[in-house]
């Protein structure tokens, strides 16, 4: 074949002969190899060719149980956050959000036929099944007129329509570095249409082998979709005609053409249609199994890995798909959480890029300048929100080692602050004693807080010698007004008796009050002074 001649014109046999004699030197030139390669890969009669398993990954959304649920809980998931529109300041990074805007009512009401919500689901469902999605813009036109002349005319986007990714082929300019136009094709042999760029919004997962056409997140677990399906028909064919294993027949005994034709003739009316019936075999004759059976290839487990699989290559833990065998509040709450934070994030970052680059340039207004720009951001609140409980334990942790005030761990629940009057809402507090923390303490300070509970503690036996005290005489008195002749009472004795009483509970606590000093003190010194680095 001759290597030398015009690309713009070479026959596709032309074409795979140059890619495939492409040398080392040229493939480092990838510029000067796209349009090459995008003729060879993509250009047929002049349009692109759509992949033929595009409409087999749709169409399995609709036949396969665990895919369906797989996709379904993804597009849920984001279909019900909300968009909002930023005004970012290019300098300093400083964010505004924008309250009102016709791009956010069109994403909210598309199209008079749907809801925001639809357009959402219809994107991330085609985005995970084909790895492509696109949305169809339709302009208004708005004139300013004056006196009757047409001064101004400017096109804004006015609708949404998602479309079908096996519908809608890109066509890569020459050089393969963007796309030319789209061809909207509803069927092979149906009439095309060509599309402007500016009126389509495309959106793609990535592809290592493929430009322009994205990788679905179910299409690894290709294999696993299909080992269920047929483990599937397996089920069907046995439930409705009955499945009889492969093997054979065997006698000891000679059998002649006419027996044989009628064995023949019993195995196919045993064989062909629904239900179970009875075969009996005479002359000997025994069946042999050569298959292998179900149970020996752990049938059910299969299907429960192929399961598996077709959620794993989508990113959905089993709560998520509603498998709650083994679920515990606690495995529940971390998978949630990771399929929220390693799941849906990413995809949400995926489709903010595309909207930003190919749709909110649409509207004038919201054109990028030397100083600002504007962007779409998923509301990730509900996303990310902590249940009450977590909350609450981290807040109160917060609040016990002295990082936060009560009123601020109030403002975070959502609380209105302490009451007027009501003091301590903006102290600091430490675990040991929730004394307010004025000023961390140092070694004099550390003695002086001893000093001042020894103090106190002192204070509490004096109130104890006192109520002693009150209580004698008080006995005393009753003690008196029982008897008729109080001089025979030995009141000195009872004096001395509690006073020895009062003398050992006073060496008591004397003893219990500089055992807690000790205690206390080293307690205090552990968790508020520093450690020496040794």
Known sequence: MNDKFDITTATPEQLQYMIDNVTPDQLMKASNLGGMIAQATFVQDGHVVSPENIKDWLELYTTHVWTYVAVYSVANTIAKLKLQLWKKNKKTGAIEKVESHRILELLDKPNKDMCGYDLMESLVTYLELAGNA??????????????????????????????????????PKKDNKEIDLYVFQTKPNARKKEIPVEEVVPFEYFNPIRDWFGLGSIQPAKQEILQDLNMIQWNKNFFEGGVIPQGILTTELPINKVEQTDLNEQ??????????????????????????????????????????????????????????????????????NSYHTDT????????????????????????????????????????????????????????????????EARAKLNMESYPEGVTG??????????????????????????????????????????????????????????????????????????????????????????????????????????????
């Open 344 to 407: 849906i994030l990413p995809k949400l970052r995926k489709i903010e890029s595309a909207l930003n680059n190919h749709f909110v340039i649409r509207f004038p207004d919201l054109v990028p300048t030397d100083e600002y720009e504007y962007v779409l951001l998923f509301d990730t609140t509900e996303l990310l929100q902590e249940d009450e409980d977590r909350i609450t334990d981290r807040l109160d942790k917060q609040f016990r080692n002295g990082w936060i005030t009560p009123n």
């Open 134 to 171: 696109y949305w169809e813009i339709v302009y208004a036109t708005n004139t300013t007129s004056v006196d009757g002349k047409t001064i101004k005319q400017k096109k804004t986007p006015d609708e949404l329509y998602s479309i079908r990714p096996d519908r809608l082929s890109p066509v």
């Open 267 to 336: 195995l196919k009316s045993f064989l062909i249609g629904k239900g179970r019936k009875i075969l009996l075999l005479s002359r000997g004759l025994k069946f042999e199994q050569v298959s292998v059976n179900p149970k020996d290839l752990d049938f059910l487990a299969g299907r429960d890995e192929n399961k598996h699989a077709v959620l794993a290559s989508e990113g959905v833990p089993p709560v998520v798909a509603g498998i709650m065998d083994n679920a515990k509040y606690a495995n529940y709450i971390l998978q949630i």
């Open 425 to 534: 809402g903006d102290e600091f507090y430490i675990s040991t004693n929730l004394q307010p923390l004025k000023k961390s303490l140092s070694e004099e300070g550390l003695e002086r807080a001893e000093d001042e509970l020894f103090t106190k503690m002192g204070q509490l036996e004096n109130n104890i010698t006192d109520a002693v005290s009150i209580m004698k005489s008080e006995i005393k008195q009753e003690l008196a007004d029982e008897f008729d002749t109080p001089k025979e009472i030995d009141i000195n004795k009872i004096q001395d008796d509690a006073n020895q009483q009062i003398r050992e509970i006073r060496e008591g606590l004397a003893k219990e009050i500089v055992a807690m000093r000790s205690s206390i003190k080293k307690e205090l010194k552990d968790e508020l002074m520093p450690r020496s680095a040794g």
